[in-house]
């Protein structure tokens, strides 16, 4: 057994990373800069838009996406119950009513049968999640928002370099929020990242994204001299520091490197794990590209020989971290209290969050690790199976 706990989801980081926050601390424009503005700029060109704007966290960006949507009291916005709760609470903030569409299990994403059964006159968007970074149906998606008038938000958090059908996530539909938290593909610790095709909801974004004012702080003290600001409107303070860019700066350059470690081991735990009595993740969809963000096994009782808990258990001791992504959103008291839902009525994605469990798939595992994760999954599950 390994003697050290392999931590799940840590992020790799390395010298350039060290070096740019040192230069950051040393420079003293520790807040929003010229390394966010660089950053917002290095993002564009990743995904070929022109317009981004970061923000403190996914669930900021989230919550920013809606308002830039108008969306508010009396509307309903549909998304998925097999995701995390910022998804839901970035709606239910906004003003708007969330409704939940069930998952399709096999893709593990929202299934578009089920959001057609649960549009109203009072349906207003789509908040859909490419989860563990494999990308929802968005043909089937787009044609439905388009034909109902509905807007479409990406929750990017798993898909940073997701592809559809040669576009890339978060540029299809009409806005994209990414993730940059310490266990994402890619990390400033905390951050995010809206990408919208249009610019002037986009600027309306960047103001509320800092109280509302009409400039930000780097255009108000910089050399160019003083400028005086206007309140626009009652804003929120979600904008990215110079100290966080600093880290995503040299992480996005790194990204492609990153996936293809995360690959060779989603490809060798998919080998290891074929003969075991356990779910594997969905395979790849042909002409797309997987983030592999998540690698999510299914512990079921009547083929595994064990509950998933006992599963999670047994890794513990064995010092593998896990994770769970995630007990459906109707499982939480708030949801059931707030809004009467019950894990049943949707139960695909009950099912999958109460047998699923996520195993380490981060750059930072060396081979030795990947090898620990597979023989500590096979010999529990191989006596588990025999009891
Ligand atoms: C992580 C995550 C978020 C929230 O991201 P933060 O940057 O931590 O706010 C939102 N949605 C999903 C699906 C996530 O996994």
């Known amino acids: 057994m390994r003697k050290d706990f392999l931590v799940f989801g840590q992020p790799l980081l390395e010298q350039e990373e060290l070096e740019e926050v040192l230069d950051t601390v040393k420079s003293a424009w520790l807040g929003t800069g010229p390394k966010v503005h660089l950053f917002e700029k290095q993002?564009?060109?990743?995904?070929?838009?022109?317009?981004?704007?970061?923000?403190?966290?996914?669930?900021?960006?989230?919550?920013?996406?809606?308002?830039?949507?108008?969306?508010?009291?009396?509307?309903?916005?549909?998304?998925?119950?097999?995701?995390?709760?910022?998804?839901?609470?970035?709606?239910?903030?906004?003003?708007?009513?969330?409704?939940?569409?069930?998952?399709?299990?096999?893709?593990?994403?929202?299934?578009?049968?089920?959001?057609?059964?649960?549009?109203?006159?009072?349906?207003?968007?789509?908040?859909?999640?490419?989860?563990?970074?494999?990308?929802?149906?968005?043909?089937?998606?787009?044609?439905?928002?388009?034909?109902?008038?509905?807007?479409?938000?990406?929750?990017?958090?798993?898909?940073?370099?997701?592809?559809?059908?040669?576009?890339?996530?978060?540029?299809?539909?009409?806005?994209?929020?990414?993730?940059?938290?310490a266990t994402?593909?890619?990390?400033?610790?905390?951050?995010?990242?809206?990408?919208?095709?249009?610019?002037?909801?986009?600027?309306?974004?960047?103001?509320?994204?800092?109280?509302?004012?009409?400039?930000?702080?780097?255009?108000?003290?910089?050399d160019s001299g003083y400028r005086h600001y206007f309140v626009e409107e009652a804003g929120f303070k979600y904008n990215m520091m110079d100290l966080q860019a600093a880290i995503g700066i040299h992480q996005l350059r790194k990204i492609d490197e990153y996936w293809q470690r995360r690959q060779k081991i989603w490809n060798r735990y998919m080998e290891a794990f074929a003969d075991l009595p356990i779910g594997l993740p969905p395979l790849i969809e042909k002409d797309t590209r997987h983030a592999y963000h998540l690698f999510t096994i299914r512990i079921n009782p009547d083929n595994a020989g064990m509950s998933r808990d006992d599963f999670l258990e047994a890794m513990t001791e064995r010092n593998i971290g896990v994770g769970v992504h995630y007990m459906s959103i109707p499982e939480h008291p708030y949801y059931q209290r707030a809004f009467s839902w019950k894990a049943e009525d949707f139960p695909e994605a009950c099912a999958f969050g109460r047998e699923t469990v996520s195993l380490p798939i981060s750059p930072k595992l060396n081979e030795q690790d990947t090898e620990d994760v597979i023989d500590a999954v096979r010999s529990i599950i191989l006596q588990g199976a025999k009891i």
């Open 184 to 222: 994402k593909n890619i990390t400033t610790g905390e951050g995010g990242m809206i990408v919208c095709r249009d610019k002037s909801a986009l600027l309306r974004i960047k103001t509320l994204a800092l109280h509302g004012l009409s400039c930000d702080a780097w255009s108000r003290f910089s």
């Open 43 to 181: 993002f564009a060109d990743y995904k070929g838009v022109e317009h981004t704007a970061a923000t403190n966290s996914c669930t900021a960006a989230l919550h920013l996406a809606c308002l830039g949507h108008e969306l508010g009291d009396g509307d309903e916005v549909i998304t998925t119950p097999t995701t995390f709760c910022a998804t839901v609470n970035a709606i239910i903030h906004s003003g708007a009513r969330p409704v939940l569409a069930d998952i399709d299990p096999t893709t593990l994403n929202i299934d578009v049968k089920e959001i057609e059964k649960k549009i109203t006159s009072k349906t207003k968007a789509l908040l859909v999640v490419h989860f563990a970074g494999r990308p929802c149906d968005m043909e089937a998606i787009v044609d439905l928002a388009r034909s109902r008038k509905l807007k479409v938000i990406e929750d990017c958090a798993h898909a940073i370099e997701t592809e559809y059908r040669g576009q890339k996530v978060g540029t299809i539909g009409d806005m994209g929020c990414f993730s940059f938290y």
